[in-house]
């Protein structure tokens, strides 16, 4: 039994294996099959838009594309990094704009008790030492992400521009506290009322108040007083011109890089991307070459049974 199934598959085997195509046919078949090949990977491309979607498709391409993109995905990092430094300097910028402000209206308290009776210059020295508090308070809260360029010189900000280079902007911090900004004191951290009696004992007198200054006196020490002020307003500009000319070359460097990424990503994509106009075009086509090889194929049948009606 087991011998006449052998025998039997054999025989099977045999019948198979002598089973030969036409060259029609088999040239018909194998166009056929390059077709539908053809037209798999069309409507692959279709359905991704990629024409490059692996190594396996291009690998050449597909490595070039990958370093583009990954070169892109690094600089967006740093451009994110940027624009988060542009908004940490628009803040000191804010600061120093408002410090002047404060400044400026200090120097109108002091002159104004020029010609003040004593309740007024009273009234005055209170003004004038709260202002000072308030510019110190004003410094203190223009921190933006835990950095704060205005009120000491212990902070500073760097900006890296590229992973590839060693390119970078440092910002260092300014003291513009007015224990440190009126350089007669040069503290940074004080009281208002004694930054305010040491203020009067350089341009000239002792006291704490303006009206511990002698009449015959006053025009003097007020105008020493306001010198230091005007002193005090300069350098305030003078760190917001830096701050300002590091915001303007941030955000220039921050145009480039924006368009570098574009410029890197548009790379990539020629790589990559399928033209679907053009696919949509091919699949039609082989569609078509399709129902032509089906076409061939059958009339290549037909003949064969043409040839067999001889034998019937």
């Known amino acids: 039994m087991n011998r006449q199934k052998v025998a039997a598959a054999n025989q099977k085997e045999h019948t198979v294996s002598d089973i030969h195509l036409t060259a029609t046919s088999r040239a018909n078949l194998l166009s056929l099959q390059d077709t539908t090949n053809l037209a798999n990977r069309t409507q692959g491309r279709l359905s991704t838009g990629l024409k490059v979607a692996s190594a396996l498709d291009d690998a050449v391409a597909y490595f070039q594309s990958k370093n583009l993109t990954d ?29 002047e402000k404060i400044l400026k ?29 308030q510019l110190n308070s004003l410094l203190n ?19 890296r521009f590229s992973e590839v280079t ?6 260092g911090g300014r003291d513009l506290r007015a224990g440190k900004l009126l350089t007669a004191v040069n503290a940074g951290s004080v009281a208002a009322s004694v930054i305010f009696s040491q ?11 303006f009206t511990s200054i002698a ?3 006053i025009v003097k020490v007020i105008d020493k007083l306001t010198g230091y002020l005007d002193t005090a307003v300069s350098s305030v500009r003078a760190a917001a011109s830096n701050l300002g000319a590091n915001v303007t070359l941030l955000q220039t460097r921050l145009d480039f ?21 053009e696919e949509g075009a091919n699949l039609v086509a082989l569609q078509t070459r399709q129902q032509l090889a089906l076409k061939a194929l059958s009339f290549a ?6 040839v067999l009606q001889l034998f019937q």
């Open 257 to 277: 890089t924006s368009n570098y990424i574009n410029t890197l990503t548009e790379g990539s994509d020629k790589l990559t991307l399928a033209d679907l106009n």
């Open 166 to 171: 060693t390119a970078t902007l440092d910002v």
């Open 105 to 133: 209206q200090i120097k109108g308290i002091a002159i104004s008790a020029k010609t003040a009776d004593d309740t007024t210059r009273a009234d005055l020295t209170k003004q004038f030492t709260d202002l000072l508090g």
């Open 141 to 159: 809260d223009a921190s933006y992400q835990g950095t704060n360029l205005v009120n000491g010189t212990a902070q500073s900000l760097t900006v």
């Open 199 to 209: 203020l009067l004992a350089a341009a000239g007198t002792s006291g704490k108040s």
């Open 215 to 217: 009449d015959s006196n």
């Open 71 to 99: 070169r892109s995905a690094d600089l967006t990092e740093r451009k994110d990094d940027i624009d988060q430094g542009i908004s940490s300097l628009k803040s000191a910028v804010n600061a120093t704009e408002s410090a």
């Open 301 to 306: 049948g037909q003949s064969e049974q043409q």
